[in-house]
């Protein structure tokens, strides 16, 4: 009765999109007891104002009572608000914060992609079939390559593959994302995944999340950073572990297809 009581709060009331990530449903929580800490401040309140208004009015109060409250009432209420709001600091946001920062998954563990936010799109980097991430450089980067792989002179840049506007994910696999900008500051952000980070100039910043229900979300910049700010928009495709394995083999396969040299019979 109350998880169901408490999901028709989530959809109906805040509005929340849809749930698709392990981490998610602590971050929901959190919202939820976030809006009834402030309904229950804002009820007693109103309750408190009505009773200021009935009981100092001017006709049962003409001059001001100098001595003031001679109860602790207002103190241990105001006692009891700060514990409240300690127990969600403590006892989620804080340990919320300690998992998903103090403990990320090992690399042989995740699917690692490298992330960029350029104006105006997102571009993800991944290892190939070979596991290994090429080296970069940013004298070679291009349109569609803005992370510059040396595919000439490093062997394991080969078969990497640069994606634009999709980036694809297994279902029930951590993903562990190195984020950073080309330009100015962006903002990756995937609602239904409860994540949104800063992408800065210069910067890799890595964070993490677990999917947890196939499909494709919409990405978007959560920071104004241009003209075209609006149109900023991605997905991210969810797939099972099957299909996401397929896919990374053909695309790797294309990349090397693409920029191997071609063989010489002199």
């Not at 979300?217 to 997905?235: D, N, R, T």
Request: proline share 6%; hydrophobic share 50%.
């Amino acid at each position: 009765m109350m998880e169901a009581f408490a999901d028709w709060f989530k959809t109906r009331v805040l509005r929340l999109p849809m749930l698709a990530s392990e981490h998610g449903q602590t971050v929901d929580d959190m919202l939820v007891y976030v809006h009834w800490l402030m309904f229950g401040l804002f009820l007693g309140w109103m309750v408190y104002l009505l009773f200021v208004l009935v009981r100092f009015h001017h006709s049962r109060q003409p001059r001001a009572y100098a001595a003031g409250p001679r109860t602790h009432f207002t103190s241990w209420l105001e006692g009891g608000v700060v514990l409240v709001e300690a127990v969600l600091l403590i006892g989620f946001s804080i340990p919320l914060w300690a998992k998903m920062v103090t403990n990320p998954p090992e690399d042989a563990e995740a699917t690692v992609i490298r992330v960029m936010g350029l104006q105006f799109n997102w571009v993800a980097h991944y290892a190939g079939e070979d596991g290994v991430m090429g080296r970069q450089d940013p004298a070679l980067s291009s349109a569609s390559d803005p992370f510059g792989l040396d595919r000439v002179n490093d062997p394991a840049a080969m078969d990497d593959v640069v994606v634009q506007g999709t980036i694809v994910v297994p279902v029930d696999r951590p993903v562990a994302i190195h984020l950073t900008a080309l330009d100015v500051i962006h903002s990756f952000a995937v609602p239904a995944m409860r994540i949104t980070q800063d992408a800065i100039p210069g910067l890799s910043i890595p964070f993490w999340f677990t999917p947890v229900k196939t499909g494709e979300y919409k990405i978007v910049c959560a920071q104004l950073c241009g003209s075209s700010h609006y149109g900023m928009f991605g997905v991210l495709k969810v797939v099972t572990l099957e299909e996401y394995e397929a896919w990374l083999s053909e695309q790797s396969q294309r990349a090397r297809a693409a920029f191997e040299p071609p063989v010489s019979y002199e």
